[in-house]
């Protein structure tokens, strides 16, 4: 296990512990072991923010390690890359909001898997059982569009109110 903290490396702390369970969570989910380790590096700092060089010295991985797996994290919209004015290198950061913003914005994903899924029905023929297939599967993504933002407004209701 490597140390994210500052304690001893034979002693691993709770925090070191916590995201090393976090990013195998998150690999047994489909994300990379390197960018789920990244993630969970990031997640539990204060700032929600480290530059890459932080980032390879807590978790003790070279900085092309580090490359790959932020612009990955990047890419999917899971953290953001910034420069703050003067500065000279950027650094990564989570939002307050990291899961709503992943999830929001979707859309353009989901239409473009249901596009592919209706050119999959079109090429198997509807009559088939995988042209029943992929047409679910294009049901489905059109579904979740419709759903997502209707589940996004009742996130917002419900972290003005939360339950007691």
């Not at 899961?99 to 859309?107: F, Q, S």
């Not at 999959?120 to 569009?145: P, Y």
């Not at 419709?146 to 996004?152: A, G, R, S, T, V």
Request: net charge negative.
């Amino acid at each position: 296990m490597q140390n994210v903290s500052s304690t001893p490396e034979d002693q691993p702390s709770d925090v070191d512990r916590f995201v090393e369970r976090f990013a195998m969570l998150l690999s047994e989910a489909g994300l990379g072991r390197m960018p789920s380790r990244v993630f969970g590096a990031l997640i539990v700092t204060d700032e929600g923010r480290l530059t890459a060089g932080e980032l390879a010295e807590r978790l003790k991985v070279s900085p092309a390690a580090i490359s790959g797996a932020v612009r990955y994290l990047v890419q999917v919209g899971l953290i953001v890359r910034r420069r703050d004015p003067g500065e000279r290198r950027d650094h990564y950061e989570v939002t307050d909001d990291m899961w709503y913003e992943a999830y929001a914005n979707r859309d353009t994903q989901l239409k473009a898997w249901s596009e592919v899924m209706s050119e999959g029905v079109a090429a198997v023929g509807t009559d088939t059982k995988a042209g029943w297939r992929l047409e679910t599967s294009r049901r489905f993504f059109d579904f979740l569009r419709e759903q997502i933002p209707e589940m996004m407004r009742k996130w917002r209701e419900y972290q003005q109110d939360p339950p007691r």
